[in-house]
């Protein structure tokens, strides 16, 4: 029983700490390139994306190189004495950077469908932009947002190639799930091969299955704010109406 709780152990945990930081970066990155309108905007998106494109074996190469000890990454950690290849830090980091992209594009475009002129109302009711951006951005985008974790939450279960570079086969320690299954294939334990397979089409299937219902209207509806400019917002902008 061990042999299958431990790479499911190990996947959960990886995935749920990539989606928290993808949650995270994604949101902070979307919103960003949102209302950048600099000349780069074209390059940095596509190095956002880029991890989407490329084989995820030579993601994970390029992590190797770049953590690795004659890496920069690598050589700063050093100084704390600190090594992330082959480590479990090592599949979140690779999870995360593969997952990355799905959350990005998916916040961005949301985001960019959010009509600026309702932000620019909340604004001139006295709402600074961190307000603006959980009161009324978030609320408003909130579907695609929620979209993005999901996706990105069944990517980083999924990830592969760049795990298996820069993280390895390590059981107990590194071993995920589709690295399991990859390793059992190999060593012909069909049997535990199969398992594996079944758990992670399972939990796959069950992320689906919950975007798809959260994209129903009625689902959508019964987790959006109604009113896009909060009241805290509207209280404070008529009492300065009243005091001017």
Known sequence: MNDYLSPLWI?????????????VLGIAAARWISRYTGKLKPVIDGIFILPLVLPPTVVG???LLFMGKHGWGGKFLALFHTSI?????ATVI????????????????????????????????????????????????????????????????GEFGATLMIAGNIPGKTATIPVAIYF????????????????????????????????RPKA???????????SDILAAGKKRDISS
């Open 94 to 157: 690779s999870a995360a950077v593969m997952a990355f992209p799905l959350m990005y594009m998916t916040t961005r475009g949301a985001f960019e469908q959010v009509d600026v002129n309702i932000e620019n109302a909340a604004r001139t009711l006295g709402a600074g932009e961190w307000k603006v951006l959980y009161s009324v951005t978030l609320p408003l985008a909130w579907p695609g947002v929620l979209a993005g974790t999901i996706l990105s939450f069944a990517r980083a279960l």
């Open 220 to 230: 959508r509806s019964r987790g959006l704010v109604v009113n896009p400019v909060p």
């Open 61 to 63: 190469f390029g992590l």
């Open 11 to 23: 996947s959960l945990k990886t995935v749920l700490a990539t989606t928290a930081i993808t949650f």
């Open 184 to 215: 059992d294939i190999v060593d012909g334990n069909m049997k535990q091969a199969n398992i594996l397979m079944i758990i992670v089409i399972g939990i796959a299937l069950t992320s689906l299955a919950l975007l798809a219902y959260l994209k």
């Open 85 to 89: 290849v082959f480590s479990w830090p």
